[in-house]
């Protein structure tokens, strides 16, 4: 058996094989696996990459029948049963599970990838770093008198896109600026920074229940945040962002950092298997996670699209994922002894999101949480779910050290903005 990917979705599929006779490659272009939830942490310089991620041989350092391989898949054949890696390489396959995961999408506009980064990757969260890290040290140098203002739009922060991510970039940034940085400089004041968080639905957090996004709206608000609603995004260059606003009117935000949280779409491999896909490239499965007129792949997590019994596709999470991973793990092992194929089940544990410091809404379902208690509840689920006991160990150190002094001690600008 082969996995394509080391995200939530290739891992727990991974795992579920643990003890099973069979044997099992797991390929992915990187050697670690991300806790991606948190990546905006380390964007946004609250922890450091390696307390958030892990190698994937040592993650499954104890399952013997799993090799990692470091790899870059570059297209499957699904008729001969192989695949084509990026140093020539076509290792063959008996069984696969294709959990690729997605990349970002700019709605047919790629030329702005390059002036507004998302976060999907290490890569990308080092990337933001850099870039917000130098907006402030930019406009220290640049100002011309001590009491600084906004030069060249250096000081002003967009935000695309309301969704998790997009608050708690929105929520973390100001509270840098307000908080982290307000007496670090001489020439500027960072708490004059301008965070303007966009989005093109009538409310931020649309996921959650309308009190939820209420709530986040309001705490993004006292936290200085400007959160411009029912608003779409038509250009985005090196000097700014211009918007739309529901009556039509468009406008200019000068700005030199502007960040994607708006979009994803599927990775390319799903394009290459044959299978229907979606507007975003997703893989159409059948309830037991195969593509249509093949029981041998399996294709998971971001990359997959399945309908519940609501009708509407499984959210790109990641526990939808991580279940995905381990239901396609487990009807490989069914065929293997003969036994039907079960479709998968999925069971939602809720959602979460944090704003800033010590706030937060958790929709559990059965539980509805907001505030202190809620941004409590996040924390313990996140750290629990950390791998390795030292990853739990320093993420809550870190937590705690900036809970009190409101600092961040990833504050380095290390990223090579010419190695991208």
């Known amino acids: ?182 007496h670090d400089f001489r020439r500027i004041d960072p708490s004059k920074a301008a965070i303007i968080l966009v989005e093109g639905g009538p409310r931020v957090l649309p996921a959650f229940s309308e009190p939820h996004s209420a709530f986040a709206r309001g705490a993004l608000e006292r936290l200085g945040v400007s959160v411009r609603t029912s608003t779409m995004v038509t250009a985005v260059d090196g000097a700014g962002v211009t918007v739309r606003a529901a009556d039509g009117s468009e406008s200019r935000i000068a700005s030199r950092t502007a960040l994607w949280a708006a979009g994803v779409a599927a990775s390319p491999l799903g394009a290459g298997l044959s299978a229907h896909t979606d507007r975003a490239g997703r893989v159409r499965v059948r309830p037991e996670l195969t593509i249509s007129e093949r029981d041998d792949v399996f294709v998971v997590g971001d990359l997959a699209t399945l309908a519940g019994p609501d009708g509407q596709p499984y959210p790109g999470v990641a526990q939808v994922a991580m279940q995905q991973g381990a239901q396609a793990a487990r009807n490989v092992l069914r065929r293997l002894a003969g036994q039907p194929m079960r479709p998968f089940r999925y069971r939602d544990y809720g959602n979460m999101a944090t704003i800033g410091r010590a706030k937060a809404v958790a ?46 001690s990833a504050r380095l600008i290390t990223d090579d903005e010419e190695s991208r």
């Open 363 to 408: 929709d559990l379902g059965w539980l509805q949480l907001r505030g202190y208690v809620a941004w409590l509840a996040w924390l313990f689920i996140h750290v629990l779910k950390l791998i390795g006991f030292r990853n739990r160990a320093s993420v809550m150190l870190q937590w705690a050290w900036a809970y009190f002094s409101y600092q961040r």
């Open 1 to 182: 058996m082969v996995i394509v990917g080391g995200g939530f979705g290739g891992l727990w599929a991974a795992r579920a094989l643990a003890g099973a006779e069979v044997d099992v490659t797991l390929l992915d272009r990187r050697n670690h696996h991300v806790f991606q939830p948190l990546l905006y942490q380390v964007a946004t310089a609250g922890l450091s990459p390696g307390e958030i991620a892990s190698p994937i041989r040592w993650i499954l350092r104890r399952q013997a029948n799993v090799t990692v391989l470091l790899g870059d898949v570059l297209a499957i054949n699904c008729d001969a049963k192989r695949l084509r890696l990026s140093e020539g390489a076509e290792p063959g396959y008996d069984y696969l599970i294709v959990a690729a995961g997605a990349r970002h999408a700019y709605f047919g506009h790629d030329d702005w990838r390059a002036h507004a980064p998302g976060l999907k990757t290490m890569e990308d969260a080092l990337h933001i770093r850099r870039r917000v890290l130098l907006a402030f040290e930019q406009a220290e140098r640049l100002a011309g008198a001590p009491d600084g203002g906004d030069p060249e739009g250096l000081l002003t922060f967009v935000i695309v896109g309301g969704g998790p991510t997009g608050v708690e970039l929105a929520g973390a940034l100001a509270e840098i600026a307000r908080h982290t940085m307000r």
